[in-house]
């Protein structure tokens, strides 16, 4: 059966994007890029790429630049399990930089409009954990978070 490729619309940053994210990732790469004719009727678009086919951390995606029609909105996020705090910080300051935007609880748009959750693998222990009290009090931290810190969503579940 085949996988499932996400496919993210862009307005003339496809490949840009796609080599950007490939380096916030390891095991990730460009696989191909598809580029319109040289003699495409448009001149402003002969032989730009179309669509840059990917890999992030072996999972496929494909960047389209498919014109200004569409634009990201959080309907859709890409959501990315992480270790610890430095993991936290790299991530989440390379998609903030040039044009991003900070959100709420983990969430953090990129320069071109498409939401990233940077979920530490903390997260199952502190929201999920036996302690519903000590989960009420990492959520209650958490949703006045921007950015996730390890270590007070570790306090909270503790009552510290």
């Known amino acids: ?74 309907a859709v996020s890409l959501s990315v399990p992480v270790g610890d705090q430095p993991e936290v910080d790299r991530l989440w300051d390379a998609l903030a930089a040039d044009g991003g935007q900070e959100g709420r609880c983990g969430w953090v748009r990129d320069r071109w409009g498409f939401w990233w959750q940077i979920v530490p ?14 989960a009420g009090r990492a959520m209650q931290a958490m949703m006045g978070m921007g950015r996730l810190v390890v270590a007070e969503l570790c306090a909270a579940y503790a009552g510290e």
């Open 1 to 74: 059966m085949p996988r499932i490729t996400p496919v993210l619309w862009f307005d003339g940053e496809a490949e840009a994007a796609a080599r950007f994210y490939v380096s916030l990732f390891p095991a990730s790469r460009v696989v191909d890029v598809s580029r319109y004719p040289d003699d495409f009727p448009d001149p402003a678009l002969a032989g730009r790429e179309l669509v840059v086919d990917f890999e992030l951390d072996g999972q496929p995606f494909q960047a389209l630049n498919g014109g200004p029609g569409f634009t990201p909105n959080e």
């Open 121 to 134: 693998s903390v997260m199952g222990e502190t929201l999920g954990g036996s302690d519903p009290a000590g």
